[in-house]
């Protein structure tokens, strides 16, 4: 089904396309078509993904190397791209250091800050712009449910998911008329490496369904065709998400710290 193709133009990039969430969203828009510029750290999982994708669907590929949370990220990635018609933009890769705000350190959730927040703001920006010239494009931003509420013992991930959604958000409105469809998605727990092999918290036990990230991917895209300025993907995570509305936001954080308390080891914790 080529809902996206037609309207975005040849490449899309993904960033964190090796694995979970991004290699589900560079899946299903190669499986359209696609161009895929992939984007992530890992130089062999990257080429590994790129060689898939080409293979599987017949599409070019461009493998950019970089890690997204460096500070000169964005002139790597413009110089390894600058001859790609890039129209739509999934900025994904995302990570966390988890555990109460003071049992991690301050290193750590300075680079998880920058890595959730100024690189998406600046792929975005740079990107926008150039949407905005053209008249065409689309913007997909990854967020999380976790950044509904102060949710415990990942407040710094919180904290940056609620960001990507507010100024995803603001972005959409901002956009209107320009030809540019704008889009955050919110998985809540999804079944990817991010979740599963985390080694500081089990969040594969957290007491919830997992989603597939092909899901996650499939219901991001269809909201972005939509221009819709947010989507919660699936529908047991929108029910969890109005129950938080109901309750209020302390006592939807109540609920999230009683959670979180049964899987966070208690060396992450204060008491
Ligand atoms: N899985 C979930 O339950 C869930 C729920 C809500 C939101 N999300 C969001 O979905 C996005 C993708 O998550 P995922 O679960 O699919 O994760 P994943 O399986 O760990 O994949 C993350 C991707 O981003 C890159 N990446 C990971 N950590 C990084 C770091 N510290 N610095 C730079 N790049 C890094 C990785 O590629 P390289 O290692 O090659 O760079 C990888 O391709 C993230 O923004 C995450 O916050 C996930």
Request: charged share 20%.
């Amino acid at each position: 089904m080529k809902y996206t193709e037609s309207r975005y133009g040849p490449w899309a990039l993904v960033t964190g396309a090796n694995s979970g969430i991004g290699a589900a969203f560079a899946e299903n828009l190669a499986s359209q078509g696609y161009n895929i510029a992939v984007v992530g750290r890992r130089a062999d999982a990257v080429q590994a993904k790129a060689d898939h994708l080409a293979e599987v669907y017949s599409v070019d590929t461009q493998t950019v190397v970089v890690d997204p949370s460096a500070p000169d990220f964005l002139t790597q990635l413009i110089e390894q791209t600058k001859s790609l018609e890039i129209g739509l933009l999934v900025s994904n890769a995302g990570d966390d250091a988890m555990g109460a705000l003071l049992r991690v350190e301050l290193p750590e959730l300075k680079r998880m800050l920058r890595l959730n927040t100024q690189t998406h703001l600046e792929l975005i920006h740079h990107f926008g712009r150039l949407f905005e010239q053209r008249g065409s494009g689309g913007i997909l931003i990854v967020s999380s449910t976790a950044g509904l509420q102060g949710t415990p013992f990942v407040g710094n991930y919180a904290g940056t998911k609620s960001y990507l959604l507010n100024i995803g958000m603001a972005l959409n409105y901002e956009m209107r008329g320009t030809g540019v469809d704008v889009t955050v998605v919110l998985p809540g727990p999804t079944k990817t490496p991010g979740l599963i092999e985390k080694p500081a918290i089990p969040l594969h036990s957290l007491p919830a369904p997992k989603m597939s990230p092909e899901a996650v991917a499939k219901i991001g895209l269809r909201a972005l065709a939509k221009n819709k300025p947010f989507v919660i993907a699936g529908v047991l995570n929108r029910m969890v998400a109005n129950m938080g509305v109901l309750l209020g936001k302390v006592r939807a954080r109540n609920l999230w710290g009683a959670v979180m308390k049964g899987i966070v080891p208690t060396k992450l914790r204060l008491r």
